[in-house]
């Protein structure tokens, strides 16, 4: 069973979280890519609402994030699924709204993430930081009072409250890792270990 969600997580890793949102499936492991877009709670649901011999029971994520909405409605899709949902902190990241997705889980594995670092540095693992417009060549990103509360609301339905913290420490232009020990005092993980 590892080897085969090893090969799994290879295949996501190789979609590239660049793209549009990408949903797969072996067996009871399901796969999220790519960025949460407009469109990409409908798919979510045309993808859950598929007949299947074994039921999903975890949701492997590899996301830069995206939409406040489109990931508020995911992770309302998840909990009501009854999914674990699934980081490999050694291998993967889940920026910005993916960690909304990630809150969802009604059991959060943040893999691998009791080796990594805490802090403002580094590239995998779970990225926190508060909404913000995306700006453009002329106008520059800024923070978003209405989509920041939008997600302290979020994050405090889906149980993890303490979540708000995490992306209050980190500046409009950086990501907030924490490690795995932060993570579970938090609530925001539930298991260091794989499902």
Known sequence: ??????????AVLACGPARALHLSEQGGVAYLSGS??????????????????????ILYLYSPGGMVSEAIAIGDMIRKAGLATAVDAGRAYCDSACTMVFAAGVRR??????????GLAGHF????????????????????????????????RMGVPRAIDLCQRA?????????????????IATSLAAP
Not at 1 to 10: D, F, I, Q, T, Y
Not at 138 to 154: F, I
Not at 171 to 187: D, E, S, V, W
């Open 171 to 187: 500046a409009i232009n950086t990501l907030y890792r924490p490690g795995g020990r932060t993570a579970l005092a938090m609530g």
């Open 125 to 156: 693992g779970l990225g926190f930081h508060l909404s913000r417009t995306k700006g453009d060549a002329r106008t520059p990103a800024m923070k978003s009072e209405a989509g920041s509360d939008k997600m302290r609301a979020y994050y405090a």
């Open 36 to 57: 949460i877009e407009e469109g990409a709670a409908d798919r979510m649901r045309d993808f859950l609402a598929q007949k299947r011999a074994q039921p999903i029971r």
């Open 1 to 10: 069973m590892r080897r085969l969600v090893a090969v799994c997580a290879v």
């Open 109 to 118: 594995h943040y893999v691998n993430a009791d080796r990594m670092e805490e």
